[in-house]
């Protein structure tokens, strides 16, 4: 299993970015997928989820309203379109897939790769 993740950068507050993870190594149309950010000294959080078929989504009420994920099943790729960006904002953002259930729940997530670092200036 590989998920790429890119699109990170440098981005004034009131901002955006689009990051894409690309995905390889398994069924990704079989799988809910998500983004978890992570920012220094904190545990990884959970950021937002969508179903593997039918567009339903999920998101951490700290970006309601600002971001958006979305998925393309025929290039395995997963988007988070992030607008309005804020410095707390700032983490590094993986990628992951899920096929729990209560995915919406950010439950049953693995993660792999580097991340892409998103740092959001005041």
């Known amino acids: 299993v590989q998920l790429q993740a890119f699109g990170g950068g440098l981005v004034q507050a009131g901002g955006s970015l689009r990051l894409s993870c690309a995905a390889s190594?398994?069924?990704?149309?079989?799988?809910?997928m998500g983004w978890f950010r992570q920012a220094p000294g904190q545990e990884r959080g959970f950021v937002a989820a969508?179903?593997?078929?039918?567009?339903?989504?999920s998101y951490a009420d700290s970006v309601k309203g600002r971001f958006t994920i979305s998925r393309v099943n025929a290039k395995n790729t997963v988007y988070l379109q992030m607008n309005g960006l804020k410095p707390e904002d700032t983490a590094v953002y993986y990628c992951?897939?899920?096929?729990?259930?209560?995915?919406?729940?950010?439950?049953?997530?693995?993660?792999r790769g580097q991340g892409t670092q998103v740092t959001v200036s005041s």
């Open positions: 992951a897939y899920s096929q729990n259930v209560n995915w919406r729940m950010a439950v049953g997530f693995n993660s």
């Open positions: 190594g398994f069924s990704f149309r079989n799988y809910h």
């Open positions: 969508i179903h593997r078929s039918d567009g339903a989504t």
